[in-house]
């Protein structure tokens, strides 16, 4: 065969390898929520980005090629409709129960564990059994968050008319509320009060956390249909970064569990299911 066909017989059989391998090749974005939610996502239309989940999308990221996970800002009520119309593929650090029932979704159990507490200001006297009865008693809540003790009821008439509930959307506020005695008690993950009094320092010791759970998290990963990664890829790629010990890197100074084991991936119910 003369050389100048062996060249373009050559060249051929490179291009038709990049034109198979190219799709395979090709990153594909995955849009995930990011809906504040401290401290695993701090204000997420203020870039640059801070939180738990940009340090997770950042790991994810480097540990491989084939996908890149972005975070697109979103908040505590649109996040449903933005995952039902595809702005988003990945929704994080959810419970499948917090209203998604209906909607069309497979759930990632991660593997991860945070816990809802009652938190009121010290005061001489006071101790754990503060916490049994809420009734007769202020509460800052946030807006929009299902809580259990009100069996995941969010609306904000119930909360206020039930349980005498302030509603904001800001941890911090509601905590200093109950510093500066304006509400009795406030409800926020452990993971959150590490990072509050990190951030002030002057209210240490000034604070009584229930040994009272409302809410144990087992954080999940709801991925849309349709979406360019699977339920099954997300599991592999969060199982690599267990064994790596990125997650505990990660999420253990926030006394967020990371739970030894695989996660588990299933098919969660919702509308089209």
Known sequence: MPASMRRMASLCGLLLAMLQAGPLAAEQVVNVAGVHFPPYVIKPEQPPAQGLLPQLLEALNRMQ???????????????????????????????PAWGWQAIAHQAVDMGLEDAEVFV????PG????????LRGKRLALYSGYHYAFADF????????????ATL???????LLMVLRRRTDIALVTRSYIGDFLERHRQYAGQLLVSERVD?????????????????EQVAALLEQL?????????FGRYRIAVRPGAVDSSAAAGAGN
């Open 65 to 95: 090629e084939r996908f890149r996970f972005v975070m697109l800002p979103t908040s505590v009520p649109r996040r449903f409709q933005d995952f039902e119309k595809g702005r988003l593929d990945l929704a994080v650090f959810e419970n």
């Open 120 to 123: 009121a200001r010290v005061e």
């Open 126 to 133: 006071r101790e754990q059994g503060y916490f049994e009865q």
């Open 153 to 164: 009821n969010a609306e904000p008439e119930f909360l206020q008319n039930a349980f005498n």
């Open 168 to 174: 904001t959307y800001s941890h911090d506020s509601n």
């Open 215 to 231: 809410q144990l998290y087992r954080h999940h990963v709801l991925i849309r249909p349709g979406a360019p990664i699977s339920a």
């Open 242 to 250: 267990r064994e790596s010990g990125q997650l505990a890197e990660i």
